[in-house]
């Protein structure tokens, strides 16, 4: 079974959205599991504190990395699951990482509070940044939701359909091409005809020219990417010597 493991100062938010819909009955049926952990509990004084002010001055405070690492530890131990630590400096998160962390045993995630998270311990236990965006939070619980989210709707038997994952947004680097239902016309606007016509393959090609539009003119970031892999895939020993690093969805972070 596919675990989380949530460090948090707030378990009372976990399962939260993912307690509803498809998460939310994938999880009562045990296709994941979820556990929310107060790091709070790991506190060795009689206050029970998980942060301090911070070394140099400034605003704010800090976790603390004994109090992190102590729950770290008695959570993950030699837990073969990825590290992760919720934070705007991280790795943008991208689909290609959410599909790595579902097709594997599960995650491990930190949630930091305040100004965030004493260096050393990110060193110490091997935590990998993850950034929801760049924007700044005032916690990772929701950034946590958000990956949790992103990565269970992947795991087998949760989505309706097995493969309804495959042709969406950023499944081939792409943008998702639109959709339409009945009415046939609404409000003067009617579904394109080709969709109607019941011919497979001019659907799917309406779809793919929509899909490339789509990302030109809103993406040009991913239209640049997507194009360099298709220059890859069309020459490959060319390609790979010139592109590599584009080719890569998860070597494009800014930092
Ligand atoms: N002082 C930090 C900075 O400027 O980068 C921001 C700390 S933020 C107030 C507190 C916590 O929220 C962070 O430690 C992180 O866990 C989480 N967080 C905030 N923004 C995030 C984002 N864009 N992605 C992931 N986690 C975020």
Not at 108 to 132: K, N, P, Q, W, Y
Not at 160 to 183: I, Q
Request: glycine residues 10%; proline residues 7%; aromatic residues 6%.
């Amino acid at each position: 079974m596919w675990r989380a493991s949530v460090l948090t100062l707030f378990p009372e938010l976990f399962p939260g959205p993912l307690g509803a819909s498809l998460a939310g009955k994938a999880l009562e049926k045990g296709l994941w599991g979820l556990e929310a952990v107060q790091i709070r509990d790991f506190a060795t004084d009689k206050h029970r504190s998980v942060d301090d002010t911070p070394a140099g001055g400034g605003p704010g405070m800090v976790m603390r990395p004994d109090v992190l690492a102590a729950a770290i530890d008695q959570v993950a131990g030699d837990d073969p699951r990825p590290r992760l630590l919720m934070s705007p400096r991280g790795a943008p998160l991208t689909q290609a990482r959410v599909a790595e962390l579902a097709a594997g045993p599960g995650v491990v995630v930190v949630c930091g509070r305040f100004e965030g998270i004493d260096e050393r311990v990110i060193a110490a236990r091997a935590l990998a940044e993850v950034s929801i965006g760049d924007y700044v939070l005032s916690g990772g619980e929701i950034a946590a939701l958000v990956l949790l989210d992103a990565c269970v709707r992947l795991i087998p038997g949760v989505m309706g359909k097995e493969d309804s994952g495959t042709e969406e947004s950023f499944a081939a680097g792409l943008l998702e091409y639109p959709h339409y239902t009945r009415p046939q016309r609404f409000e003067g606007q009617d579904i394109p005809e080709v969709l109607l016509s019941g011919h497979h393959a001019k659907v799917s090609a309406w779809r793919r020219a929509e899909a490339e539009r789509l990302t030109r003119e809103r993406r040009p970031d991913l239209w640049a990417r997507h194009q360099g892999l298709e220059a890859a895939q069309n020459a490959p020993e060319k390609a790979v010597s010139q592109t590599p690093r584009r080719a890569d969805p998860e070597s494009s972070s800014s930092g």
